[in-house]
C-alpha cells in the first residue's frame, strides 16, 4: 500500500456535509492522486457505540456511521476519531 501524507477534517455528522467537505477539497486540489490525499474523519465516542443519544451534534448516531464512512471513501481517506 502506498502511504501518503493527508490533510483532514473531522467532524462530519451526515451526508451532506461528507459531501461538500469531499467538494471543497476537490476545489482547493486535493484528491486521491495528489500529494497529500484528503481526509474525512467521523467522530464517534463511548456513547455513540453504545448507542446512546449525546447532545453534541458532531458524533453521528452509530447506525449512520456506515454511510458515512462510506460517502468518505469516495472523496478519499475515510477515519473514525474515537474519544473515550
Same mark, same amino acid.
Given at each position: 500500500m502506498?502511504t501518503k501524507?493527508y490533510v @483532514?477534517?473531522?467532524?462530519?455528522s451526515?451526508? !451532506?456535509?461528507? &459531501?461538500?467537505i @469531499?467538494e471543497?477539497f476537490?476545489?482547493a486540489g486535493? $484528491?486521491? !492522486?495528489?500529494?497529500?490525499q484528503p481526509?474525512? @474523519?467521523?467522530?464517534?465516542g /463511548?456513547?455513540?457505540l453504545? &448507542?446512546?443519544?449525546?447532545t453534541?451534534r ?6 449512520h456511521v456506515?454511510?458515512?464512512? $462510506?460517502?468518505a ?8 476519531? /474515537?474519544?473515550?
Amino acid at each position: 500500500m502506498d502511504t501518503k501524507p493527508y490533510v @483532514g477534517v473531522t467532524g462530519a455528522s451526515n451526508i !451532506d456535509e461528507v &459531501r461538500i467537505i @469531499g467538494e471543497e477539497f476537490q476545489k482547493a486540489g486535493y $484528491s486521491k !492522486d495528489s500529494s497529500h490525499q484528503p481526509m474525512i @474523519g467521523i467522530l464517534v465516542g /463511548y456513547k455513540t457505540l453504545k &448507542r446512546q443519544p449525546t447532545t453534541n451534534r458532531r458524533y453521528p448516531p452509530f447506525s449512520h456511521v456506515k454511510d458515512l464512512l $462510506s460517502e468518505a471513501k469516495k472523496h478519499g481517506l475515510p477515519a473514525i476519531h /474515537y474519544n473515550s
